[in-house]
Nanobody, 123 residues
Framework: HVQLVESGGGLVQAGGSLRLSCAAS????????MGWFRQAPGKAREFVTA???????TYVDSVRGRFNISRDGAKNTVYLQMNSLKPEDTGVYYC?????????????????WGQGTQVTVSS
């Protein structure tokens, strides 16, 4: 049984930074594609960023240059470093794990999800 546990969310002022963590357990993490999604109040969940087993990554245009995804195989953890945060980055952030080894941008390509962590950016 796979478990994903996110942490690191919180309240931050615009322009600030946060680092989210997602710890995976229950299966081999090393060759799994991982992703981060977010859901703002009243909106559908949207793709943010994803990383392949080899470390290749992709980002939605709105966060490119401000966010960075990385992974630590030894710790079975994926990170999301968020800099220059904006109020529009507010939402619940979810990490997801795929059985595939590439990076994926669609929710249907992921098999496991964490419970989410709240990020609130004040103006």
């Amino acid at each position: 049984h796979v478990q994903l546990v996110e942490s690191g969310g919180g309240l931050v002022q615009a322009g600030g930074s946060l680092r989210l963590s997602c710890a995976a357990s229950g299966r081999t993490f090393t060759n799994a594609g991982m992703g981060w999604f977010r859901q703002a109040p009243g909106k559908a969940r949207e793709f943010v960023t994803a990383i392949s087993w080899s470390g290749s990554s992709t980002y939605v245009d709105s966060v490119r240059g401000r966010f960075n995804i990385s992974r630590d195989g030894a710790k079975n953890t994926v990170y999301l470093q968020m800099n220059s945060l904006k109020p529009e980055d507010t939402g619940v952030y979810y990490c997801a794990l795929s059985f595939g080894s590439a990076y994926y941008t669609r929710e249907l390509q992921y098999s496991y999800w964490g419970q989410g962590t709240q990020v609130t950016v004040s103006s």
